[in-house]
């Protein structure tokens, strides 16, 4: 199985429970239509921000390791600050509810970001068995 089609199952399965959860929590609990949009609009940032984050891996990886880790955090800090720049204005634009947004954003962003070093570590993994 290619790598893409790896790390895309796994987002896929991750966004598929979030969905499934979002829309179980939302259908009981949260009845405001900020709400809603404020789960939409988190499931949106973080699977961006996780495909941004194999991109940045794909054409990154197979380069020296000084190289990797320069392109790497580099990715990451411009990421991080689109991250913030879409954050604040999201939650300027009071089209959504800022606590649904953050905690929903925040539970996916972790989930992601545990995703990631998974696919990292078996991706490491697999590359230094080749040599």
């Known amino acids: 199985m290619s790598e ?3 790390f895309s199952t796994g987002v896929l399965i991750v966004l598929l429970i979030y969905v499934f959860s979002a829309w179980l929590i939302g259908d009981q609990y949260l009845n405001d239509p900020k709400d809603h949009n404020a789960l939409i609009y988190a499931g949106i940032l973080a699977t961006a921000n996780i495909v941004a984050i194999f991109l940045i891996i794909r054409f990154t990886f197979h380069k020296d390791a000084k ?3 320069k392109s790497f955090f580099l990715g990451y800090g411009i990421r991080f600050g689109i991250l913030l720049i ?3 204005i999201l ?3 009071e089209q959504v509810n800022n606590f649904t947004f953050l905690t929903a954003l ?3 962003y972790f ?3 545990i995703w ?4 990292l570590n ?3 993994k697999q590359d230094s068995t080749h040599l």
């Open 116 to 119: 990631e070093v998974v696919f």
């Open 4 to 6: 893409f089609l790896k």
């Open 111 to 113: 989930i992601y970001q």
């Open 106 to 108: 925040f539970i996916l």
């Open 67 to 69: 190289s990797f880790n």
């Open 86 to 88: 879409f954050i604040f």
């Open 91 to 93: 939650l300027s634009w």
């Open 122 to 124: 078996k991706h490491f």
